[in-house]
Nanobody, 114 residues
Framework: QVQLVESGGGLVQPGGSLTLSCAAS????????MKWYRQAPGKEREFVAY????????YYESSVKGRFTAERDNTNNILYLQMNNLKPEDTAVYYC???????WGQGTQVTVSS
């Protein structure tokens, strides 16, 4: 079955950086587009970033464009989210999910605060 394990979250000051990882298994990772979502307290889960299977297409939610970069390692089935210039409004639990599947991991908490 699909398994997704997110990691790399933590507490960071505004302007700081974090890199999230998502270890994926149970499906053909190298042929599947992947997405990052996030859910802030009291809000609905929202789309953050998409990266195609062959890394030839990416797109981002407007508020993170230019600050976040989605990457992937198809050899080791790992999805990454490099987050720079973090803002307090980026505080949320971050999730990865395969495109077209309703499969979710436990998420990883990112808190941006001074």
């Amino acid at each position: 079955q699909v398994q997704l394990v997110e990691s790399g979250g933590g507490l960071v000051q505004p302007g700081g950086s974090l890199t999230l990882s998502c270890a994926a298994s149970g499906f053909s990772f190298s042929t599947t587009g992947m997405k990052w979502y996030r859910q802030a307290p009291g809000k609905e889960r929202e789309f953050v970033a998409y990266v195609s299977a062959l890394l030839d297409n990416t797109y981002y939610e407007s508020s993170v464009k230019g600050r976040f970069t989605a990457e992937r390692d198809n050899t080791n089935n790992i999805l990454y989210l490099q987050m720079n210039n973090l803002k307090p409004e980026d505080t949320a639990v971050y999730y990865c999910t395969p495109d077209g599947r309703d499969s979710w991991g436990q998420g990883t908490q990112v808190t941006v605060s001074s």
